[in-house]
């Protein structure tokens, strides 16, 4: 386990892997790019140079994965479009995957997941491989490592204890139609934005709040322009390490199962820092002012539940409705 102390003097030495190989660049045939959302001290960042670096290692340095955080390579959607075109050689990417894949929208339905345990059950049962399967036939694309996030939360300028609380609410989600159906229900303004947008929309009052896991409000300064988390925790929800699937079919059988067996490796170091890494989160960011407030959530569920039915695809729908019913 790691300490988030440990962990962000780990991102210092990897602050110099942005944009340069895991391995020697002069010693590698093939150059693949890597693009996220996220900055330098996200876990993200940190597991995505881990995976270079055993990418490396597994190819004997033939391979070499630069890594692009803050959206250098693109925003999300641009990374996926990338993918496909084969511009853009991996990603870290989730539920905007449903945009080609419908059941890609399984991996962050609001209020279907009851704990990180239940969802990751599913990620890693019959009904993920047959997202992972879609998401590879449509989108063009294949999940290589499942990252666990820690639940969305809302951040607002005032506390926020019920969906009456909400009350036309100007707020930014991503691009994922689901979300915005959800949270219009509930009594929101919801704007599809940019991650890298946010944190001036809030600052100028574009928008007036924005959800995201812990993670991401601590590593986006999100406390510098928000002063409380409500605790809704909507979303339990994963997302993968993906792959161009251009890129995937153009390299050896031997290369394909170094990229799977690297994929697996990150996938097992990330977890194990999340854990560690989750629990210290809500108190760093009490230290830096924020107030965590809680909410009423039974009475969120509530409501969502019935805009999630109206709104999921009727090609999912029977999972979601199992989902809610366990």
């Known amino acids: 386990m790691f300490s988030v102390k440990s962990l962000l003097m ?8 942005i944009g340069l190989a895991a391995g020697s660049a002069s010693a590698a045939d093939v150059t693949l790019k890597l693009g996220h959302l996220a900055n330098e001290a996200n876990l993200w960042h940190k597991t995505s140079i881990k995976f270079a670096e055993e990418v490396a290692a597994r190819t004997d340095g033939r391979i070499e994965v630069q890594i692009f955080p803050n959206e250098s390579l693109g925003k999300e959607i641009d990374l996926i479009n990338g993918m496909q075109l084969g511009t853009v050689d991996f990603a870290i990417t989730g539920e905007s995957l449903q945009n080609w894949a419908p059941k890609a929208a399984l991996l962050a339905v609001p209020y279907a997941y009851k704990s990180l345990d239940h969802m990751t ?3 890693n049962s019959e009904i993920g491989k047959a997202i992972e399967a879609q998401i590879i036939e449509r989108a063009r694309v294949r999940p290589l490592a499942i990252m666990v996030r820690g639940p969305r939360n809302l951040t607002t300028n005032r506390p926020i204890k ?3 609380d909400l009350n036309g609410l100007k707020m930014r989600v991503p691009n994922v139609p ?5 949270w219009k229900s509930l009594g929101a303004q919801p704007t599809p934005m940019a991650f890298s947008e946010v944190f001036t929309s809030l ?3 574009t928008i007036d709040a924005q959800e995201n896991p812990l993670a991401l409000i601590k590593s986006a300064s999100f406390n510098e322009v928000q002063k409380y988390v409500n605790k809704t925790e909507h979303v339990n929800s994963w997302i993968y390490i993906a792959m161009s699937e251009l890129t995937y079919s153009d390299l050896s059988a031997a290369d394909q199962e170094a990229i799977v067996a690297a994929g697996k490796f990150a996938e097992k170091w990330y977890r194990s820092n999340f854990d560690a890494m989750q629990s210290e989160l809500e108190a760093e960011l009490k230290e830096k002012g924020m107030t965590f407030v809680e909410v009423d959530k039974a009475a969120f569920s509530k409501k969502a539940k019935t805009a999630v039915l ?14 809610f019913s366990k």
């Not at 689901?178 to 959800?182: E, I, R, T």
């Open 10 to 17: 780990s991102a210092a030495v990897g602050l110099t892997a």
């Open 121 to 123: 059950e599913v990620a």
């Open 162 to 164: 019920s969906p009456d």
């Open 178 to 182: 689901l979300f915005v159906d959800v």
């Open 203 to 205: 600052q100028n009052g």
């Open 310 to 323: 109206a709104n999921v695809s009727e090609e999912i729908r029977p999972i979601v409705e199992a989902l």
